[in-house]
């Protein structure tokens, strides 16, 4: 179960709005004697989220707290890959963005996008503490301060 949700969460958005729902629904199993949850189950979780943590807690012998704090901890065990980048990207860029980093640093990672029209172009990365800088404004400055020296 854990495998099919952490493949859903692309981006730090997706990982902090999950785990405010996952939050709710532990503050749930207190509530009225924990006869609220299934309530805030169908009515406080994303729509693809609600199948899979149903079809988790119908198990014979599932402990829903457990279950969701061992799911909590798992979410924000992932790694952070921080991408800035000069244009902000569609869903459809984050998701090709998102697949190319899985397949090189692994399934457990969410992006952290920032947006800085100053790089013109290109990319800044940052994963596990190492910068990388691809923009076109770094190869410009390379440029131009080789030009100015001569």
Do not use: C
Not at 9 to 18: L, S
Not at 62 to 87: C, H, M, P, R, W
Request: charged share 30%; hydrophobic share 40%; aromatic share 10%.
């Amino acid at each position: 179960m854990f495998e099919q949700i952490i493949s859903r969460i692309k981006i730090v958005d997706d990982q902090e709005k999950i785990l405010e729902e996952i939050d709710v629904l532990l503050a749930s199993l207190y509530q009225d004697k924990g006869l609220g949850f299934e309530s805030t189950l169908k009515t406080s979780v994303r729509a693809w989220l609600y199948p899979l943590l149903r079809e988790e807690f119908s198990k014979e012998g599932a402990d829903k707290q457990n279950l969701l704090l061992n799911l909590k901890q798992k979410i924000e065990g992932l790694s952070k890959v921080y991408l800035t980048l000069a244009f902000e990207p569609s869903e459809d860029a984050l998701n090709r963005f998102g697949s190319v980093i899985r397949a090189s640093v692994g399934e457990d990672v969410v992006i952290n996008v920032t947006y800085d029209p100053h790089l013109i172009g290109g990319v800044q990365i940052i994963y596990n503490g190492e910068f990388r800088d691809f923009s076109f404004k770094r190869i410009f400055e390379k440029e131009f301060e080789t030009t100015r020296e001569q």
